[in-house]
């Protein structure tokens, strides 16, 4: 292909990227085999186990039913409701241990079959200390000491919140508000929201109570403080705000540890800000923030495929980029955050990778294109389209010959063009007006009554 | 006065068509006598002969009209055409002027005439210099603009509209006028295959003001669809200047049409042709088979000039594949119409069986280019002027002072007082 000027940022890695795209023969980072999260497709599965590992509390069980439904493979899906039944049995929701028992139908044997009584025992439990908090909620009230009814509310949420009630909890921990006193207060109740909002998949709540606790005159300590970016990022994920969300991920100091495991695990930081990042920062952002960026760095590690193709990428490894793409995807369809925008993710990476490789050419062959990207030349071809179409790459195509030509639009001629189709619009609109403005000030305006 | 008998008519008229004083002291004597002549209109022929249109126009004009209302004597006259058209020829405009009505009325039954006898082509000329006379200016429309394009439709002589279209109308007296007028302009310019203009035209029909529909703006923005759909490939909203009663009420009577439209955005010739194919007859009860017809093929078009945006070179049976076509051969015969309508560059290969799409070549660097746009921005700068002056003028005037002044608070003393009190 003829090269024009590459652009500079590649040129560390020179012409040798052009050549081993096509094949990676002594590529020394092929994709390593599957280790805890990450599985290679076909075959190998998902390690529920390391998985669920990860988290802790409600999250542990949603995230397993979610497994469950979406695997499509009847050993894991027995596997994660038999570890979902395990789990909500130390806790004390009945009404999703009814749910996991139905879902399983009797297929994991008779251990796993309706186990009435225990139900019977924690409503009964649950009803008494329903009883019981809101007697002392009630006490409380009339005493009107603040504390002790904020105390009250969030004992009441909790208990809602353990037993499966979520709309209640939800209620219960917004009442709080109004009995918080100090900013500790604040930032605990709003944290409790955005944990339930999560859950029940509300949002707009997220976002609302991450800047009301971000607003507290005090300095939240570091850990509130990486917790409600990730909270915020979740928001922004499934709000399909790639960027915002990339950038809160990043932004997450590493003191998040593993103290937001109800929520979110580091692993997760790393995969869904790498992948929004990938998807909608352009080049310079890309270095900045996220390759040079040494606090997200701690994250990257815990997932080193992510790390691996976002360095492909930078440096034009498209193929191997995009091999392990594909690798990752099977698991991360059973993501409960990720698994509606990984289609969405995935074609805008693989778009941005098409528009960089032909940014710094004049002119390209599309059989070497095809094969850096691992594709046949007519798929190429039309791909290249749509993205001529939308405007996202200048260039045409010359199908005859097969190459992609840069085409750079003649600004005079474009600006003489727009002008002369301005002067005609406003001499059209102008026209029709003083029209109008005739019309309308004779009062000459139809009426019904006159006979026409 | 008494009624008068013709003869003393005729006698008033000769004399009194000399100066302007005496041609207004005829005017209401005419006024007064004019169910003595519509009384005896039979008998006018004759009295008709009597008198020179161009000096006694006046008089002339009432005795033509009482004659040509009365129905008998329009049937059995053979000259009757060729009596109005001398008159209009040589008619003088001031006197005219002085009973527009009547002349709108003669000119009325001229063109019934022509109509009735199917020769409407013979009315043409005549109607274009009745109202060249009738208008004060230029840009007054007047009720005989849209029965000359009537004629012109009729006779199937669009050009012969052209001129009359071609001037900007700022004035209207009826309201009617101008729906008939644009409405008739926008056919014309569809039968001149000038789509923009017939737009422009119809685009002022559906969005002039009015309070209750009518069927001409039902009819126009059918037409308005298919055009738009034509040009642009898409129908616009309705702009905010709309009145509420076109917005509301305009699209519950073209549903086929709209179902037309919504079938081109798809893209795909067959859903196309199906849609046309279940509304066949409203179309052709609509008699806009024709227009329907050309938006089918305008798809093509589109197709294929979409994709001169995105290739250099594409082999025939690409194009054919990408457009919808049947055979590389159809392709060709699209291609090679488009290219000698100017609507895309390019050359055929027809050995390699490839079409190489070109730039556009204009480089606005001719004479010619530089002309066209120092006039139009001339054109353009008197048309904001006018525009400006009408602003400068509309903030004088009393009545919009007032009722700005009404809606203002009475007590706001820290405000510079731009209305003056007297308007409040």
Known sequence: ?452 | MAMESVEAVVAHIQGLSGSQEEVAHLHSLLKQSEDALRSQAARLGAFLHQLDPSVHTLGYLFLLEAYSSDPVCREQDGDFLLSIVEFINSCSAEQIRLAPEKFISVCKSFKDKVMQLQVPIQGIVPLRTAIRKLQVSSEQLTTLHSDYLLLCLLAKCYKAGLSILDDDIFEVDQPRDLFLYCYYGGMINIGLKSYRKAWECLHNVITAPMTTLNAIAVEAYKKYILVSIILNGQVPLFPKYTSSTAQRNLKSHTQPYIDLANCYATGTFAELEGCIQTNLEKFQSDSNLGLVKQVLSSLYKRNIQRLTQTYLTLSLQDIANAAQLKTPREAEMHVLQMIQDGEIFATINQKDGMVSFHEDPEQYKTCGMIEHIDSSIHRLMALSQKLGSLDEHMSCDPAYLTRIGKERPRFDFDEFDSVPHKFL
């Open chain 1, 1 to 452: 292909m003829d090269g024009g000027d590459e652009g500079v940022v590649v040129a560390p890695i020179g012409d040798e990227s052009m050549c081993s795209n096509g094949g990676a023969v002594d590529d020394p980072r092929r994709p390593p085999a599957s280790s805890g999260k990450a599985a290679a497709g076909g075959g190998e599965q998902m390690d529920l186990e390391a998985y669920v590992a990860l988290y802790t509390g409600r999250t542990r069980v949603s995230r397993l039913l979610f497994v469950a439904e979406r695997c499509g493979n009847e050993g894991m899906q027995l596997e994660a409701l038999r570890m979902a039944h395990d789990e909500i049995k130390k806790g004390e929701d009945s009404h999703l241990y009814r749910e996991v028992i139905a879902k399983t139908g009797g297929r994991l044997g008779p251990l796993y079959a309706l186990d009435q009584t225990w139900v019977d025992m924690v409503d009964r439990r649950a009803e008494a200390r329903k009883e019981k908090l809101e007697n002392e909620l009630n006490s409380y009230k009339t005493n009107l000491i603040k504390e002790s009814i904020r105390m009250g509310f969030n004992d009441l949420a909790n208990f809602f919140y353990a037993h499966g009630q979520l709309g209640d909890a939800f209620k219960n921990y917004v009442r709080t508000r109004d009995y918080c006193t100090s900013s500790k207060h604040i930032s605990q109740m709003c944290l409790n929201v955005i944990l339930v909002s999560i859950e029940l998949g509300q949002f707009m709540h997220v976002s609302n109570y991450v800047s009301k606790a971000e607003q507290t005159p005090e300095q939240l300590d570091p850990i509130t403080h990486s917790k409600l970016r990730c909270a915020a990022g979740l928001a922004y994920l499934e709000t399909k705000k790639y960027k915002l969300a990339a950038r809160k991920f990043l932004d997450t100091g590493p003191e998040l540890g593993n103290n937001y495991t109800d929520v979110i695990a580091q692993q997760d930081v790393a995969t869904y800000g790498g992948l929004c990042a990938l998807a909608s920062f352009d080049r310079p952002e890309l270095k900045n923030k996220v390759i040079d960026n040494i606090n997200f760095r701690n994250f990257l590690e815990l997932v080193p495929e992510v790390r691996e193709l976002i360095n492909d990428f930078y440096a034009s490894r498209y193929a191997s980029c995009l091999e392990y793409l594909e690798n990752l995807k099977p698991n991360l369809l059973l993501d409960i955050h990720l698994h509606d925008h990984v289609e969405t993710l995935y074609t805008n990476i693989r778009h941005k990778a098409i528009i960089q490789y032909t940014h710094p050419f004049i002119s390209v062959d599309l059989h070497a294109m095809a094969g850096a990207f691992k594709t046949s030349v007519a798929g190429l071809e039309k791909e290249l389209e749509v993205l001529i179409t939308d405007d996202k790459i200048q260039a045409r195509i010359d199908s005859h010959n097969k190459i992609l030509y840069a085409r750079h639009a003649d600004q005079r001629n474009a600006t003489f063009q727009r002008v002369l189709q301005t002067g005609v619009e406003y001499e059209r609109d102008v026209r029709a007006m003083l029209m109008r403005t005739n019309l309308i000030k004779q009062e000459s305006i139809l009426r019904a009554a006159k006979k026409l």
